[in-house]
């Protein structure tokens, strides 16, 4: 059956280019599709050194954010990677399907090989593998993600081939899907997207930022010096992220936002964003703020969301220890 797999690292509170690459998709899909697993992906965040407390603080932070986002456990099944052992049992059958130039190739390694250099682990090299692993030990079919995702879903659509030809016909084919805003900038440096790493806190919204923050950090917004608001990511990649955090919020195109503030300067528009976003935000913030008043229910949800994910990963397994003659 189509089945819906996507996963987000636990590493601090989401920010809005996980919400508008992501997770605003993921919502839309538990309502599109029957077979849907939403993966808090533990696993993979250790591959940088995390503190276990705030590892831990970051889980239910994640679980918390995206139940507020409107993630269903009725609808999709919610759970956390380290809670069903049979993703890393399939990612190390994959690691000896995977050859290391196909490896070296994918962007996200490079980046982080040159980054690292010599102190660099080999989780970080076996990261897309487990990431192909945790889709296709549910034979994922429909990926939700971002843009800087897309290399890692080839390669799971890769192992799948390479798997079916050497062991017999079993993996499906893995898409992934893309949203429009698939790749929202960082405030402070528009260039390159708002992530959860990077040092400078103002150049991400999180999901539950107060409104004061956001506009705090809207204001602070790197633009340009030219104060006309038209959109062209090219030369003005400033104030067009902001206008692709506008018009994902809104569902406005960029010639709709332009005409709307045409008589705005930049300061008057990045007030308009600020309301906009802030309008957004602030009943996920609310509702995050009652969750963590109900550890408890969310780990309930966690741990209900363990057993259906295991049952699946379970009986997949099996197979795939028969395919491969461990059984
Ligand atoms: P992660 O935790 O970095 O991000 C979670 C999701 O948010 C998207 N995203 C963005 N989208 C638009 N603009 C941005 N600035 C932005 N930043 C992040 C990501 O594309 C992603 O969809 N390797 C994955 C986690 C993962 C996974 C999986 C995903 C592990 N196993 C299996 C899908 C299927 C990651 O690090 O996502």
């Given at each position: ?95 000896c399907l995977t050859t290391l130039p196909r490896i070296q ?223």
């Amino acid at each position: 059956p189509p089945t819906v797999f996507s996963g987000i690292q636990p590493t601090g509170i989401p920010h809005i280019g996980n919400y508008l690459g992501a997770i605003k998709n993921w919502v839309h899909m538990q309502n599109t599709h029957q077979r849907v697993l939403f993966c808090i992906v533990d696993l993979h965040s250790v591959t940088l050194p995390q503190n276990p407390n705030a590892l831990r603080q970051s889980i239910f932070d994640t679980a918390a954010c995206l139940l507020a986002c409107g993630i269903d456990p009725d609808k999709a099944i919610l759970f956390q990677q380290s809670d069903v052992p049979q993703h890393s049992e399939l990612c190390w059958a994959f690691t000896c399907l995977t050859t290391l130039p196909r490896i070296q190739s994918l962007p996200q390694w490079k980046e982080k090989s040159e980054k690292y250099a010599k102190d660099i682990n080999v989780g970080l090299m076996t990261y897309p593998i487990l990431q192909a692993a945790d889709i296709l030990l549910y034979k994922g079919t429909e990926v939700p993600v971002g843009e800087d995702q897309i290399p890692h879903v080839e390669l799971a659509q890769d192992l799948a081939r390479i798997f079916n030809y050497r062991f017999g016909e079993f993996f499906p084919k893995a898409s992934a899907v893309i949203p429009k805003s698939a790749r929202i900038k960082s405030l402070r440096t528009p260039t390159s997207k708002m992530s959860k790493s990077e040092i400078d806190v103002k150049s991400r919204i999180d999901l539950t930022d107060s409104p004061e923050v956001i506009r705090g950090k809207i204001k602070k917004a790197v633009t340009d010096f030219t104060p006309e608001i038209f959109y062209d990511p090219d030369n003005r990649p400033g104030i067009s992220n902001l206008m692709d955090i506008h018009a994902a919020f809104t569902g406005l195109s960029s010639d709709e936002i332009t005409e709307q503030n045409k008589l705005k300067n930049t300061v008057g528009y990045k007030s308009e964003v600020a309301d906009i976003v802030t309008q957004y935000l602030t009943p996920i913030r609310e509702k995050v703020l009652r969750l963590r008043e109900q550890p408890e229910y969310v780990q309930q949800i966690l741990d209900r969301g363990a057993e259906r994910a295991g049952d699946i990963a379970q009986e997949n397994w099996m197979q795939i220890r028969k395919l491969m003659g461990f059984k």
